[in-house]
C-alpha cells in the first residue's frame, strides 16, 4: 500500500509554489518521495522560494517563468527535462484573483484573470503532454475551486476561469487518458493564504470580517482549510492510487459544496 502513494523517482512540477498553495503540495510531494520543481516569476521571487523549500530540508529546483508566456514555458520544460528529467507530474496551481464587481471590471483585468488562470494551464499542459505521451505515463493536477461550481459577487472573471479550468480537466482527461495519462482537478474550499487574507482581515473594531463569519457559516468543518489540507488529495491524484481516475475535481471543501448554511441564530 506504501509504494501506491509513492511518487518516488517522479519529478513533480507546481507552477507558482513558492508560497501558499503550491509550496504546501510540493513540499508533500517531496516527502512521498518526488523531485519537486517550481517557478515564480522573478528571480528573487524564486530565490525566496528555493529558501523556503531549504529551510524545510527539500532540495526544489526553481525557475523564471510566466505561465501565459508560452516561449518561457517551453524553454522551462526544456531545461528541466535536462536538468532534472521528463516531468512526470504537472500542478497548474499558479493563479490570480482580482474581486471587481463585473460593471466595474475592465476588459483588461478580466483578460488577466483568464490568461493566468485559463491559458496558462492550457500552456503549462500542452508543453508537458509530448513526453507524457511518449512515456506512455503522466499525472496532470488542476487546481479548481468553488468557483468552477458557485458564482458569487464580484469574482466573475475568476468564476469563468475556474470553470473553464474544471471542462479543460475533462478535455485533457478524455483526449489523453489512451496514453496512460490522468488528469484531475483539486477545488479547494476556503483556504487561509496570502489570497484569501482580505477576506479574513478584522474589522477595525476587532470584531471578524463578515466574510469570515460568512464562510464560518457555509463550511460544516466550521473553519478555513490549510494548505495542509490539501496535501494529502494532492499525493493520491499524483500516485499510482489515483491511475483509473481520470476528469474528476476533488472537492476538499469541508463540505461547503454539499451544505445549505448553518441557520442565523
Ligand atoms: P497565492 O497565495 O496568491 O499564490 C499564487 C501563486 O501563483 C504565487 O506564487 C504567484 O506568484 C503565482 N503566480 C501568479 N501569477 C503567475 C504567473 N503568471 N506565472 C507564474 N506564477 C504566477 O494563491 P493560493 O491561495 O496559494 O492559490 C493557489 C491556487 O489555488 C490558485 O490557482 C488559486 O486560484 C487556487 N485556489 C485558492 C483557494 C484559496 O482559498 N486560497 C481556493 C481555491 C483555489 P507571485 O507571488 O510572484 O505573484
Ligand atoms: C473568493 C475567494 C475564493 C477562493 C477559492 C474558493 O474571493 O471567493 O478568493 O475564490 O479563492 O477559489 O474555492
Given at each position: 500500500?506504501?509504494?501506491?502513494?509513492?511518487?518516488?523517482?517522479?519529478?513533480?512540477?507546481?507552477?507558482?509554489?513558492?508560497?501558499?498553495?503550491?509550496?504546501?503540495?510540493?513540499?508533500?510531494?517531496?516527502?512521498?518521495?518526488?523531485?519537486?520543481?517550481?517557478?515564480?516569476?522573478?528571480?528573487?521571487?524564486?530565490?525566496?522560494?528555493?529558501?523556503?523549500?531549504?529551510?524545510?530540508?527539500?532540495?526544489?529546483?526553481?525557475?523564471?517563468?510566466?505561465?501565459?508566456?508560452?516561449?518561457?514555458?517551453?524553454?522551462?520544460?526544456?531545461?528541466?527535462?535536462?536538468?532534472?528529467?521528463?516531468?512526470?507530474?504537472?500542478?497548474?496551481?499558479?493563479?490570480?484573483?482580482?474581486?471587481?464587481?463585473?460593471?466595474?471590471?475592465?476588459?483588461?483585468?478580466?483578460?488577466?484573470?483568464?490568461?493566468?488562470?485559463?491559458?496558462?494551464?492550457?500552456?503549462?499542459?500542452?508543453?508537458?503532454?509530448?513526453?507524457?505521451?511518449?512515456?506512455?505515463?503522466?499525472?496532470?493536477?488542476?487546481?479548481?475551486?468553488?468557483?468552477?461550481?458557485?458564482?458569487?459577487?464580484?469574482?466573475?472573471?475568476?468564476?469563468?476561469?475556474?470553470?473553464?479550468?474544471?471542462?479543460?480537466?475533462?478535455?485533457?482527461?478524455?483526449?489523453?487518458?489512451?496514453?496512460?495519462?490522468?488528469?484531475?482537478?483539486?477545488?479547494?474550499?476556503?483556504?487561509?493564504?496570502?489570497?484569501?487574507?482580505?477576506?479574513?482581515?478584522?474589522?477595525a473594531d476587532g470584531t471578524p470580517h463578515p466574510f469570515d463569519s460568512f464562510i464560518l457559516?457555509?463550511?460544516?468543518?466550521?473553519?478555513?482549510?490549510?494548505?495542509?489540507?490539501?496535501?494529502?488529495?494532492?499525493?493520491?491524484?499524483?500516485?499510482?492510487?489515483?491511475?483509473?481516475?481520470?476528469?474528476?475535481?476533488?472537492?476538499?471543501?469541508?463540505?461547503?459544496?454539499?451544505?445549505?448554511?448553518?441557520?442565523?441564530?
Amino acid at each position: 500500500m506504501e509504494n501506491t502513494f509513492s511518487l518516488k523517482g517522479k519529478v513533480a512540477w507546481v507552477t507558482g509554489a513558492t508560497y501558499g498553495i503550491g509550496f504546501a503540495i510540493a513540499s508533500g510531494y517531496a516527502r512521498a518521495g518526488a523531485t519537486v520543481v517550481f517557478n515564480d516569476l522573478r528571480q528573487d521571487l524564486v530565490d525566496k522560494g528555493l529558501a523556503a523549500y531549504q529551510a524545510a530540508g527539500i532540495a526544489a529546483k526553481g525557475y523564471v517563468c510566466d505561465v501565459t508566456n508560452e516561449e518561457q514555458v517551453n524553454e522551462t520544460v526544456a531545461r528541466i527535462s535536462r536538468e532534472v528529467g521528463p516531468v512526470d507530474i504537472l500542478v497548474n496551481n499558479a493563479g490570480i484573483i482580482k474581486r471587481i464587481p463585473m460593471v466595474e471590471m475592465s476588459a483588461a483585468d478580466f483578460r488577466q484573470v483568464i490568461d493566468i488562470d485559463l491559458n496558462g494551464p492550457f500552456i503549462v499542459a500542452k508543453a508537458v503532454l509530448p513526453a507524457m505521451i511518449q512515456k506512455r505515463q503522466g499525472k496532470i493536477i488542476n487546481i479548481c475551486s468553488m468557483m468552477s461550481e458557485l458564482g458569487r459577487e464580484t469574482v466573475s472573471a475568476y468564476a469563468a476561469a475556474k470553470g473553464g479550468l474544471k471542462m479543460l480537466t475533462r478535455n485533457i482527461a478524455s483526449e489523453y487518458g489512451e496514453y496512460n495519462i490522468q488528469c484531475n482537478g483539486i477545488g479547494p474550499g476556503y483556504i487561509a493564504t496570502p489570497q484569501t487574507a482580505p477576506l479574513r482581515e478584522k474589522q477595525a473594531d476587532g470584531t471578524p470580517h463578515p466574510f469570515d463569519s460568512f464562510i464560518l457559516a457555509k463550511t460544516p468543518a466550521a473553519r478555513w482549510g490549510t494548505t495542509d489540507d490539501l496535501v494529502g488529495p494532492a499525493v493520491f491524484l499524483a500516485s499510482a492510487a489515483s491511475d483509473f481516475v481520470n476528469g474528476h475535481v476533488l472537492y476538499v471543501d469541508g463540505g461547503i459544496l454539499a451544505y445549505i448554511g448553518k441557520q442565523p441564530k
